[in-house]
């Protein structure tokens, strides 16, 4: 998870987003193409991937 810190008016907001930091698909050495790593991150909460 990756925590994302906002400044709300002076007031600090915490929030944890669930976000896949490293992948791989078919083009390098991983097991999936593109389009069913996407769908298999939205099928499971993430909000991100990089």
Avoid: C, W
């Avoid at 991983?30 to 069913?36: D, H, K, N, S």
């Amino acid at each position: 998870m990756k925590r994302l810190t906002l400044d709300h008016g002076g007031i600090q907001v915490t929030k944890y987003i669930r976000a896949e930091l490293h992948n791989h698909i078919t083009h390098s050495d991983g097991q999936l193409q593109v389009e069913p790593l996407l769908a298999y991150a939205a099928e499971n909460g993430f909000k991100t991937l990089h």
